[in-house]
């Protein structure tokens, strides 16, 4: 990512950071040499969700929720979707739904879904402070299964790791938001990059699904007057401004420059059906976990793991980041 930026004469947004340069910004056992982005910046979900609701309301968009949509059925006249309390007629339709659209026929064999999780401690300021963690920085590391982790404004560490379980099919719930075993694992990866938390309280825990594509790539289309938009690999915020143009664009039929762009209907390699999918992706990610606990120990895969790392990339499916 330093060298692209470079070679596009935008070296200042994606700069290089020694091991010393790092630790000036977070002093952590597990940080060595890194990257600064400098136009990246943090979220707080909820506000923004609510933030966009609340811009909807306003503009006289009328918001149904908890509103379920049994059947979708496009027609000459536009499309009709059917509740349990109603249907609705419109000239178009749009599936934006994320990890949920693998229970969408049409889309099912497009995604693959696995999860994140996270964990937030109690207050810890002091422990911000001997860090040197002080200026909110958010902070990744580069592996396939990352860990994420950034402060609140309230002086907590809210710490994640993107190797969650695999989803069967459009199954969203259990353990792919709640997962104690999953929670224990991140509050000792947590201890590995801020020893000072041992005795300090974990106040709370969740996680989520990820819609993944196979190249990890989100993808948009339309069948007829249906229109969509998924796959963000956990990328979701970033994309999603040039997302919304994109279906804005083909829900009102225009062609242009959006529409053109090579995420709209790309060629794809299939997920496979279930639940192969699930049972492969479980092997793989168990793969690619041992890799990767087994590097940050200084040792190489062995060969079974590294070949069964390397099957993805055999099928045409991305993994990496």
């Not at 639940?275 to 793989?284: A, D, Q």
């Amino acid at each position: 990512s330093v060298e692209a930026c470079a070679r596009l004469g935008a070296g200042e947004e994606f700069a290089s950071l020694s091991a010393e340069q790092v630790r000036a910004r977070c002093s952590s056992p597990r940080l060595g040499a890194g990257a600064f982005m400098r136009a990246s910046a943090t979220v707080q979900p909820a506000r923004l969700v609510l933030g966009l609701r609340d811009a909807l309301v306003r503009a006289g968009v009328g918001v149904h929720e908890h509103t379920r949509a049994r059947r979708i059925e496009a027609r000459a006249d536009g499309v009709i979707v059917e509740t349990d309390g109603g249907r609705v007629l419109a000239p178009a339709a749009v599936v934006a739904i994320n990890a949920a659209a693998a229970g969408f026929r049409p889309l099912r064999g497009r995604i693959a879904v696995t999860s994140t999780h996270m964990v937030i401690t109690e207050q810890v300021p002091d422990v911000l402070e001997r860090a040197g963690w002080t200026a909110d920085e958010c902070i990744s590391t580069a592996g396939t299964y990352l860990n994420y982790f950034r402060t609140t404004p309230d002086r907590r560490i809210a710490f994640g790791w993107g190797g969650g379980r695999i989803a069967y099919g459009a199954r969203l719930g259990g353990r792919i938001q709640d997962d104690a075993e999953i929670a224990e694992r991140l509050r000792a990866d947590l201890l590995t990059f801020f020893p000072e938390l041992g005795d300090r309280r974990i106040a709370g825990a969740w996680g989520g699904p990820i819609d993944v594509s196979p190249t990890h790539l989100p993808i948009f289309g339309s069948r007829r007057r249906v229109h969509h938009g998924f796959g963000f690999t956990g990328n979701g915020v970033g994309p999603a401004h040039l997302a919304g143009r994109i279906i804005a664009s083909l829900a009102l039929d225009r062609r242009d420059e959006l529409t053109r762009l090579a995420l709209v209907e790309p060629s794809h390699a299939p997920v496979p059906p279930e639940p192969i999918r699930y049972l492969g992706g479980t092997l793989v990610r168990a793969a690619l976990v041992r890799k990767e606990e087994r590097e940050d120990a200084g040792r190489e895969a062995d060969p079974l793991t590294s070949l069964v790392v390397d099957l993805p990339r055999r099928l045409g499916i991305h993994i990496g980041r």
